[in-house]
């Protein structure tokens, strides 16, 4: 019953997108909110550390304190007994550090514990350091297994400071995963009361609270108080209930080593060198964060060059931050559309641990990483 009453939510919204309207969760949880007794959602909060966990050298110490010294488990305590009339949270305990200080092998380790957790809780919360969010939440977007909402968290100030965006950031994702209304989005993002897409979404400013924004696409919705408000979704929702919705990045089929994939960032008269050391030292794939819509210099293009004859796969994307990077089929060089350098890369990673041909991987960026609705035939 919970499982119907959850993907019921989901096509709810979908008609509501479909023709325009906002959907609004106050109908949703009037139907199935713990106010008849019925027991509310699990949810369970994966803790991986950063900001949100951060302990200030005072009460006043907005940008002074040391990240990840909190347990995610005292985090959620803080918030009771609120949160316990939307959700019955568990936690678990991933790690407790800078979101910069997690490999790639961790990236899978956490795909796997939020897919275990999916098999027995209705939704998670992973919290984590703010400045490579989005690329936790692009990882996890692309990995996770299953359709139930996985919402990601965090911070700009720690916990303990006068006005910290910590708790109610918390508390506002524990309300939006406990909802459903993200079932079949896959990963979204959840701060300053504004609810992002995994793919679109990126940090624009290194101290504000307002910092996550997901360029021209604009933000899914936003949580205000007891209202979550959706005005749009990702377009794998189109896929909600099939095995289409998937990705075709299953981690536990596949091989223990990942690929490397590193980044070279183009500038006025930037050398070759980066591109040609990244090769030299064994990179499987290499994203170049060209100017404008993926120019490079000339040098950087005659190293590129050379790297492909030896087999190294290239994904060539803006640093403008917004525009994408046509598809113009140049061997080994693949446009990254839309994709930031920093999630073209994972795309490429885990394009490189399915297979090594072009046009299968052209194929992944021009469909699943720059998925698109389609309007039905009539």
């Known amino acids: 019953m919970r499982e119907l009453a959850r993907r019921s939510t989901v096509l709810l919204t979908l008609i509501a997108l479909a023709l325009g309207t906002t959907a609004s969760v106050a109908g949703a949880e009037a139907a199935g909110a713990d106010s008849g007794g019925k027991p509310v959602p699990k949810v369970a909060v994966?803790?991986?550390?950063?900001?949100?966990?951060?302990?200030?050298?005072?009460?006043?110490?907005?940008?002074?304190?040391?990240?990840?010294?909190?347990?995610?488990?005292?985090?959620?305590?803080?918030?009771?007994?609120?949160?316990?009339?939307?959700?019955?949270?568990?936690?678990?305990?991933?790690?407790?550090?800078?979101?910069?200080?997690?490999?790639?092998?961790?990236?899978?380790?956490?795909?796997?514990?939020?897919?275990?957790?999916?098999?027995?809780?209705?939704?998670?919360?992973?919290?984590?350091?703010?400045?490579?969010?989005?690329?936790?939440?692009?990882?996890?977007?692309l990995t996770v297994r299953s359709d139930k909402p996985v919402v990601l968290t965090g911070a700009m100030r720690p916990w303990t400071v006068v006005g910290s965006d910590a708790p109610a950031n918390l508390y506002n994702a524990i309300h939006l995963a406990a909802s459903g209304k993200t079932t079949c989005y896959g990963t979204v993002v959840m701060l300053n009361d504004q609810v992002q897409a995994a793919r679109e979404v990126r940090k624009t400013d290194a101290l504000r609270t307002d910092t996550f924004n997901s360029g021209a696409s604009g933000q899914l919705g936003v949580v205000d108080q007891d209202h979550i408000r959706l005005n749009r979704a990702p377009a794998r929702v189109q896929q909600c209930g099939k095995k289409s919705w998937e990705t075709p990045f299953d981690l536990a089929k596949t091989g223990r080593t990942l690929p490397r994939v590193e980044i070279?960032?183009?500038?006025?008269?930037?050398?070759?060198?980066?591109?040609?050391?990244?090769?030299?030292?064994?990179?499987?794939?290499?994203?170049t964060a060209g100017t404008g819509a993926?120019?490079?210099?000339?040098?950087?293009?005659?190293?590129?060059?050379?790297?492909?004859?030896?087999?190294?796969?290239?994904?060539?994307?803006?640093?403008?931050?917004?525009?994408?990077?046509?598809?113009?089929?140049?061997?080994?060089?693949?446009?990254?559309?839309?994709?930031?350098?920093?999630?073209?890369?994972?795309?490429l990673l885990l394009?490189?641990?399915k297979t090594h041909d072009q046009d299968r991987i052209r194929h992944w960026f021009a469909t699943l990483g720059t998925a698109q609705f389609v309007t039905p035939r009539r």
């Not at 302990?55 to 918030?79: A, C």
């Not at 690329?135 to 977007?141: I, R």
């Not at 064994?282 to 994203?287: E, P």
């Open 46 to 141: 994966i803790g991986t550390g950063g900001t949100i966990a951060g302990v200030s050298r005072t009460r006043v110490s907005f940008q002074d304190y040391e990240s990840g010294k909190l347990p995610v488990s005292r985090l959620v305590n803080d918030l009771k007994p609120e949160v316990d009339a939307i959700a019955d949270v568990s936690t678990q305990q991933f790690g407790n550090k800078d979101s910069n200080n997690y490999s790639i092998a961790e990236y899978r380790r956490l795909t796997a514990a939020v897919d275990r957790a999916l098999k027995t809780e209705d939704a998670v919360v992973v919290t984590t350091g703010t400045d490579t969010m989005e690329e936790f939440a692009y990882w996890l977007d």
């Open 294 to 347: 993926g120019g490079v210099s000339p040098q950087m293009s005659e190293a590129r060059a050379d790297a492909v004859k030896n087999g190294v796969l290239f994904a060539s994307a803006s640093r403008t931050g917004s525009g994408a990077v046509y598809d113009d089929h140049t061997d080994g060089v693949i446009g990254a559309q839309d994709l930031t350098p920093q999630k073209a890369r994972l795309l």
């Open 351 to 353: 394009s490189l641990t």
């Open 264 to 287: 070279a960032y183009s500038y006025q008269d930037a050398g070759g060198e980066a591109v040609k050391a990244f090769a030299d030292a064994g990179a499987d794939g290499i994203v």
